[in-house]
Structure formats: C-alpha cells, structure tokens
C-alpha cells in the first residue's frame, strides 16, 4: 500500500472514499466481446443474417439488417412510405449505387431517421432507393464505424460501447416481437439478398480526339 501511494499524488483534501477508488479504481467495462453464451438457443447451426429491431417515428421497425458489407444505409421507398416520408421530406441526390449482384439502383433521395436502440438513439442518414429487399432498413458501415459497433450474425448479436458500459441488442432470430410490428417483410421478398451497397461513378462521356492526353 505504501509502495502504491508513493507512486501517485494524493490530494491532501481526498476524502476517504476517493483513496479507495483511487487505490482501486472501478474498472470500465468498454471491451466487447462475445462467448458461447451470447449464441442463439438454436445454437451455431444457422446460416441467418443479422437483423435488429429498432424504434422510429413513433413506429417499431423490425428486420433491420445490419450489413458491414455495405458502404451505405439504405431506406427502401416502401418502408419509408409506411413511416409516413414522402419525396418532400427527402434531401435530393444525383447519386447511384450499386448491390454486390453489380444491379445499379438510382438513389430517389437522402432522408435522416432518428433510430432508438434500447437505450440510445441515433440520427442515422439513409439513402432510399425504390428496391425489393429482405429488409426494412439496412445499417451498413457509415453507421457500424463510426459508433464502435461489433456486429456477429453468429451470435445473432450486435454490441456497441455507450456511457463507458456495452449495449447488447439481440437479433430478431431469436426474439419474439411482442405484438404486430408497422413494417413487415412480405414472404416472396425474403429470398431476394440485394445488400452489400456501394457507390458508383456514372460518368460517361466520349472523348473528343483533342481531350486525349497523348503517350
């Protein structure tokens, strides 16, 4: 002990409390990690994605995907018109994306949704294309990044860090929705994977012969 107080300063006015904590400081728990414990009941022998629930415009939204294959959020016109958005709520874009299956899908507009996951909530910007999707919304790397989020579809679990503790929200896999959610996936779309976004420059032009930059 006093080998420990010779190496820190103690404020001469510390109470008796604050030599413990500083003594012994309350560890922080801000590592994620995940164990057998966090797999679903079913256990590892699924092949599901990772889809959430979250809350929105006053409306419960579930099968939100979240894709760290996808450069992009994305809103789905469908589901945007079902929270009530139309074309003059949507910030405009000259945008076009394109979907791992190399289909190009041109952005209608930019719109920004306050998401709240159990305890936080987020301003998430998404871009809404007119697509047939196996999600309602899709959260992709604009969104996992920049909140610290370790999303595992194994675990049927996504963690992210807030107020110095780890949130951990369960995947709709493994969850029973209590009562009958705004927004659902129709059952012939289910089966249609279009993810993985990213964009794409659309600039096509010819080249007159004097704009070419000789060898």
């Known amino acids: 002990m006093l080998k420990l107080l010779n190496q820190i300063q103690v404020p001469v006015d510390l109470s008796p409390e604050g030599l413990v904590n500083l003594v012994n400081p309350a560890?922080?728990?801000?590592?994620?990690?995940?164990?057998?414990?966090?797999?679903?009941?079913?256990?590892?022998?699924?092949?599901?994605?990772?889809?959430?629930?979250?809350?929105?415009?006053?409306?419960?939204?579930p099968t939100v995907l979240i894709d760290n294959g996808s450069a992009l959020n994305v809103c789905p016109l469908r589901t945007a018109t079902v929270l009530g958005l139309g074309p003059t709520d949507f910030t405009p874009s000259g945008q076009t994306v394109r979907a791992y299956d190399n289909t190009r899908r041109e952005v209608i507009g930019v719109v920004t949704l306050p998401l709240i996951m159990g305890p936080t909530e987020f301003r998430v910007e998404f871009q809404v294309l007119d697509v047939p999707s196996c999600?309602?919304?899709?959260?992709?790397?604009?969104?996992?990044?920049?909140?610290?989020?370790?999303?595992?579809?194994?675990?049927?679990?996504?963690?992210?860090?807030?107020?110095?503790?780890?949130?951990?929200?369960?995947g709709d896999y493994d969850l029973k929705m209590a009562g009958v959610p705004v927004c659902e996936i129709k059952p012939e779309l289910v089966e249609i994977p279009l993810s993985g976004f990213e964009y794409v420059q659309c600039i096509e032009k010819e080249l007159e012969k004097e704009e070419l930059i000789p060898p």
């Not at 801000?30 to 979250?54: N, R, Y």
């Not at 790397?141 to 049927?156: E, K, N, Y």
């Open 27 to 61: 560890p922080k728990n801000s590592t994620i990690v995940f164990t057998e414990a966090d797999l679903p009941k079913s256990g590892p022998s699924h092949s599901q994605a990772l889809h959430i629930t979250v809350d929105t415009m006053g409306k419960r939204v």
């Open 135 to 170: 999600f309602n919304l899709l959260l992709g790397r604009p969104w996992i990044h920049p909140v610290g989020a370790v999303p595992l579809s194994l675990h049927q679990k996504v963690k992210f860090p807030h107020d110095g503790a780890i949130v951990t929200l369960q």
